[in-house]
């Protein structure tokens, strides 16, 4: 079954970067596009960043300049380095695999999350 493994998040201060790492197995990995989302608590999940299968780059205005995804199609991993991070970053990041096939027909997985907290 197809599964999504978010690990590198955690406590940091202010200024600080952290990189995460989403590894998927048993997933065709090269035809979805990637994301990553976070939920903050009392606030609506949100996207923060998105890695085509054609290679293009999308991110949330709250995050432009300071986040970058990256996709490793042969290892089958997408990356979020987070940059001068800010204490309105914390949240739950998840990573989202997402394809929409020449039917219509959505397939959409999530991973379990990573904790990032940006706290002085």
């Known amino acids: 079954q197809v599964q999504l493994v978010e690990s590198g998040g955690g406590l940091v201060q202010p200024g600080e970067s952290l990189r995460l790492s989403c590894a998927a197995s048993?997933?065709?990995?090269?035809?979805?596009?990637m994301r990553w989302y976070r939920q903050a608590p009392g606030n609506q999940r949100e996207l923060v960043a998105t890695a085509t299968t054609s290679g293009s780059t999308e991110y949330a205005d709250s995050v432009k300049g300071r986040f970058t995804i990256s996709r490793d199609n042969a290892n089958e991993k997408v990356y979020l380095q987070m940059n001068s991070l800010e204490p309105e970053d914390t949240a739950v990041y998840y990573c989202?695999?997402?394809?929409?096939?020449?039917?219509?027909?959505?397939?959409?997985?999530w991973g379990l999350g990573t904790q990032v907290t940006v706290s002085s």
């Open positions: 989202n695999a997402n394809y929409v096939s020449s039917s219509g027909r959505q397939y959409d997985y």
């Open positions: 048993a997933l065709m990995f090269t035809i979805y596009d």
